[in-house]
């Protein structure tokens, strides 16, 4: 008769457990950080710009000015681009009725539609100039991918970084979000006066002031404190800029971005405008775009919300609204922003349900913020800094 072997003992069952497990999460991973640069928008990869940096001779900086004033002179062609990618109803609703707005407003611009959905320009195709397909993946493993983000950042910044090759008729372009709201009709006349400006080249948002270190990306990475976080739910940017937003698509791309940043594209763009021969950043105003910030998403999550203070009673766009929270009887966002003065005020709502509410005055501000100790944000240099004058600040400081 045959010896009969003991049974292995259940820590060598756990061990032989862990050790399949562990071979099969690294061969996971390790096809995950292969492929994940195969996985781009298009047959076809982005070469990595050959320029070292950004640099115009005084030149070049002439021909320049002068082409852009000829182009202003015969009508230049400002595209306003919005993507949608996923088929997620709301954000496909979002995208299509704010193209319906910006184009009856301001029917000079030309709207462009990135989105795997075609059937989004018959429900508006008077709102929807130019539309571009995303090819869906051919495998499932790119699907499996996009479930932890690769695509989505990389994928809208292939198309931002290549709309001039298959739009080549845009002289500049307005990348929007499509939770950002068109308010007045003066928007292709705000972007000639950027576009007139030689030295315009790229230029967002900003979510934080030089003097002011509570930026909602801030405190994650004590080595990460920019003096400047660009705010990407509006990106204006010329043809001129594009080997650098190449260099953004590239970086982006990368795995160590990836888990890095963690598919956030605001920082790896601040970190870009930091080195050596970037372009020259325009910091696009108030008045223009008007973006909502959260105060602290470490301490209070995505609540409570607030803009600067401003003074323009004729606001352009406005970023990220919900419409529980608009006041009672009022259907418009753009009226609860736009009134007819020249006040210094701010607009702050505490949380989904509540409504949104102008504050007038720095005291009122460290009222409404009593109860989460972060008064010092209502006087900060940063918050007030798209205020035009000294009288304006002290109107604000000391009270209507």
Known sequence: MLPVSAPPSPRKIFRAKWCHSSIFLLTILSLFVWTQHLFVPTEHHLSRPKSKGFQFSPREHQRLKEKRSNTTKEGANFCALFFVYGHVPRYENEAVQQMQRLKTLN?????????????????SPAAIDILQIISRPKFSFQRFL?????????????????????????????????????????????????????????????????????????????????????????IAYTPESIPFVKRWYQFMKSWKTFFQYQQDDQRPLAHLLQEPGAPPFTRLPEHLFLGSKSIHKG?????PRFTYVYEESNITLVHSYRSPGLPDGVTDICEVYQQATSEPRMMLWHSLEDSYHIVKSAQQCEAELSHIDEKQLCRDPGHLYALSSKSSRDRWLNGP
């Not at 029917?107 to 429900?123: A, R, Y």
């Not at 090759?165 to 068109?182: G, I, K, R």
């Open 299 to 303: 301490k209070y999550g995505f609540y």
């Open 146 to 234: 996009g479930i932890f983000g690769i695509k989505e950042f990389s994928t809208r910044l292939y198309y931002i970084s290549t709309v001039f090759e298959w739009a080549p008729s845009c002289d500049m372009v307005l990348s929007l979000d499509s939770h950002v709201t068109v308010c007045s009709s003066n928007l292709y006349e705000r972007l000639e006066e950027l576009y007139s400006n030689p030295s315009f080249f790229i230029g967002t948002n900003v979510e934080n002031a030089p003097h002011w270190k509570m930026s909602s990306f801030a405190f994650l990475e004590k080595h990460m404190k920019y003096n400047l976080l660009p705010h990407n739910y509006a």
């Open 107 to 123: 029917p000079k611009m030309t709207t462009i539609m990135v989105t795997d959905n075609p059937s989004l320009q018959d429900e």
